[in-house]
């Protein structure tokens, strides 16, 4: 599956991406829970393992990580999730260069 291909996970990919400078573990948690695991759901039919691996997923679960741990899942290097949404994003012309 291609994933950021709905309009909603489009609509989307700007708040996770805004999501990633936020520093309240929970409101982090509530964000994921209410707002990207419906869509993601929606979007990923193939089964729990599409869904888990999903790029929004991958970079709220990154995010916790780090809020909790101090560090991210890859140690400081941005996952393959981070740069799917950075292009997108780049595509729409919504997001400055790093």
């Not at 991958?58 to 741990?69: F, G, R, S």
Request: with cysteine.
């Amino acid at each position: 599956m291609a994933y950021l291909e709905t309009q909603g996970e489009r609509d989307l990919a700007r708040e996770v991406w805004d999501v990633m400078d936020a520093c309240n573990l929970s409101g982090v948690l509530r964000f994921w829970a209410n707002k990207v695991n419906p869509i993601v759901n929606e979007a990923c039919k193939s089964g729990t393992d599409e869904r888990n691996r999903h790029p929004f997923h991958m970079m709220l679960a990154d995010k916790v990580a780090e809020l909790c741990c101090g560090v991210g899942i890859n140690g400081s290097a941005p996952s393959d999730a981070y740069w799917a949404v950075h292009k997108l994003l780049d595509a729409q012309g919504t997001i400055c260069a790093i």
